[in-house]
């Protein structure tokens, strides 16, 4: 089992900038996958950016050039430069086991921590 826990978030103005973490703990598989979701009022959740533990990244169309996604050993972070009001969402972390850019039906969630960008 791995636990997940977010931290960072807040409250920003358009153009700032903002880094979340997610800690995990437990045990994970030699191979898997993590990243970041995010969801805004009355919008569905959708994958921002992800890394295999073999270091395969992936970015979302609407994040290239601004968010940078790293992982330390058990930290998972997310850098987000020039934050755009369409940025604004709550930002959760999500694992599997195996490889999967794409992180379709995560085994694991973080409890998720809230981005806003408001001017």
């Known amino acids: 089992q791995v636990q997940l826990v977010e931290s960072g978030g807040g409250s920003v103005l358009p153009g700032e900038s903002l880094r979340v973490a997610c800690l995990a703990s437990?045990?994970?598989?030699?191979?898997?996958?993590w990243g970041w979701f995010r969801q805004a009022p009355g919008h569905d959740r959708t994958l921002v950016a992800s890394?295999?533990?073999?270091?395969a990244l992936y970015y979302d169309d609407s994040v290239k050039g601004r968010f940078t996604i790293s992982r330390h050993k058990y930290i998972m972070a997310l850098q987000m430069d020039d934050l755009k009001l369409e940025d604004a969402a709550v930002y959760y972390c999500?694992?599997?086991?195996?490889?999967?850019?794409?992180?379709?039906?995560?085994?694991?969630w973080g409890q998720g921590t809230q981005v806003t960008v408001s001017s």
């Open positions: 437990g045990d994970m598989n030699a191979l898997y996958t």
């Open positions: 999500a694992a599997k086991d195996g490889l999967d850019l794409r992180l379709i039906d995560p085994q694991y």
């Open positions: 890394v295999t533990s073999l270091g």
